[in-house]
C-alpha cells in the first residue's frame, strides 16, 4: 500500500503531458473520422473494449427481478474490479511507455484509446446527410442508437435528432474532457481508470434511472467527472459565442438555473449549454437497448421546438466543433502559462 501512494504521488500532475492530450486528440479525431465507429459505437475503444469483456460478465449479474441492496452491492463488486483492471492495465501501459516511448508516439497511442473523437463526427455526418436527403434508415441511426445505448428502431426523426444531439455533448465530457483531465493528473493509470468508470456508467447507469446496479458507479463517477464536466459545460456554453445564431449568454443563463439545467447523469451541464446556446429542447423519455425505461427531464429554454430537424444537427456539430477547438486551445495556454512554448 506504501508503494502504491509513492507511485501515485510521483505521477501526480506534469505540464509535459499537455502534448501528449493534444496529439491524443487528433489522433482519435482523424483515425474516428476515417474509420467511422468500430461495431457501431462511437465512444471511446476502451468502453467497447469493457462492454465486451467485464461488461459482458457484470450484464449477467445485473438481473431486474431482484432486490436492490443485492444490485447495488453486485454493482459494488464488479466496479472495483473493473476499476482495479483498468488500473493494472494503466501501469503495464506506463511501464511499455517507459521502454518503448518512440518519441512520445506510444504513449499517445495508449491515452487516444480512452478518448473519442472522429468517429463521433462521422456518426453524426452520416445522420446529417440521411436527413437531409430525407433517407433516414436504420444504417443511418444504428450508430446513435449503439453509441447512446438508446433504443430507436420506433422512433421518429425528431427523437433521433435529440438523441444525436445529446450524446454529442456527453460525449464531448465523458469521452474527451474527463479522461485528459485524469490523465493530465494522474497520467496513464487515471486516464484509463476514468475511462472504464464511464464505460461502466454507460453501460449500466441508464441515465439514472438504473434500479440499483449501476448506483454506487454513478455516484463514483460523479465525484471524479465533476471538475471536467463542469469544464466541458463552461466550453460548449463558450463555443455558443462563436456559433451563427446561438448564444452564449443564454447557455449560461441556462447554466447558472439548477431547476433547468439537466442533471448530472442525463447529461448535465454539455447538454444544458447546448439547449440554451442553440435554443431547443433536448432530452426526454425513452427506452434504452435493454429495454429499460429512462426518464430525463426535457432541458431547454421555455417555449424552444423539441422537434428537431437536419438543420438543428447541423448547428450543433459547429457549436461542438468549436467546442472542441476551444478545449485544444485551452491545452495550449496551458501550455504557455507553464513555460513550455517559450
Do not use: C
Request: hydrophobic letters at 50%; zero cysteines; glycine letters at 10%.
Amino acid at each position: 500500500m506504501k508503494d502504491f501512494f509513492i507511485d501515485w504521488h510521483m505521477e501526480l500532475v506534469s505540464p509535459d503531458r499537455l502534448p501528449t492530450i493534444i496529439m491524443a486528440w487528433l489522433l482519435v479525431t482523424i483515425v474516428g473520422a476515417v474509420t467511422g465507429p468500430i461495431h457501431g459505437n462511437a465512444n471511446p475503444f476502451l468502453w467497447l473494449l469493457y462492454d465486451k469483456t467485464l461488461g459482458a460478465m457484470a450484464a449477467r449479474l445485473d438481473k431486474k427481478e431482484r432486490k436492490v441492496r443485492d444490485l447495488m452491492f453486485r454493482g459494488l463488486i464488479m466496479m472495483i474490479l473493473s476499476v482495479v483492471v483498468a488500473y493494472t492495465f494503466g501501469k503495464w501501459a506506463a511501464a511499455v511507455v517507459y521502454v518503448y516511448d518512440f518519441k512520445g508516439f506510444t504513449q499517445i497511442v495508449f491515452l487516444a484509446l480512452a478518448m473519442t473523437g472522429g468517429s463521433v463526427w462521422f456518426a453524426l455526418l452520416r445522420l446529417f446527410f440521411a436527413m437531409r436527403q430525407k433517407k433516414v434508415s436504420k444504417g443511418a441511426y444504428y450508430n446513435i442508437a449503439q453509441s447512446s445505448r438508446r433504443n430507436l428502431s420506433a422512433s421518429d426523426d425528431f427523437t433521433i435528432t435529440r438523441t444525436a444531439m445529446g450524446f454529442a455533448a456527453k460525449s464531448f465530457d465523458k469521452g474527451l474532457v474527463g479522461p485528459a483531465f485524469w490523465y493530465f493528473l494522474v497520467g496513464l493509470p487515471g486516464a484509463f481508470m476514468y475511462a472504464i468508470l464511464a464505460a461502466f456508467v454507460w453501460r449500466f447507469g441508464k441515465e439514472g434511472f438504473t434500479k440499483g446496479f449501476g448506483k454506487v458507479a454513478l455516484a463514483v463517477e460523479s465525484l471524479l467527472g465533476f471538475i471536467p464536466h463542469i469544464l466541458a459545460g463552461v466550453l460548449v456554453a463558450l463555443a455558443g459565442l462563436f456559433t451563427p445564431t446561438s448564444g452564449m449568454t443564454r447557455a449560461y443563463v441556462g447554466l447558472l438555473n439548477p431547476e433547468k439545467r439537466s442533471k448530472y447523469e442525463e447529461g448535465g451541464l454539455p447538454l444544458t449549454a447546448m439547449a440554451y446556446a442553440l435554443d431547443v429542447n433536448l432530452g426526454g423519455p425513452g427506452t434504452d437497448l435493454d429495454g429499460s425505461a429512462v426518464k430525463p427531464r426535457w432541458t431547454g429554454p421555455e417555449k424552444a421546438t423539441a422537434q428537431l430537424e437536419a438543420g438543428h444537427l447541423k448547428r450543433a456539430m459547429y457549436l461542438m466543433l468549436i467546442a472542441h477547438l476551444l478545449f485544444i486551445a485551452s491545452i495550449i495556454g496551458m501550455m504557455f502559462w507553464s513555460g513550455m512554448l517559450f
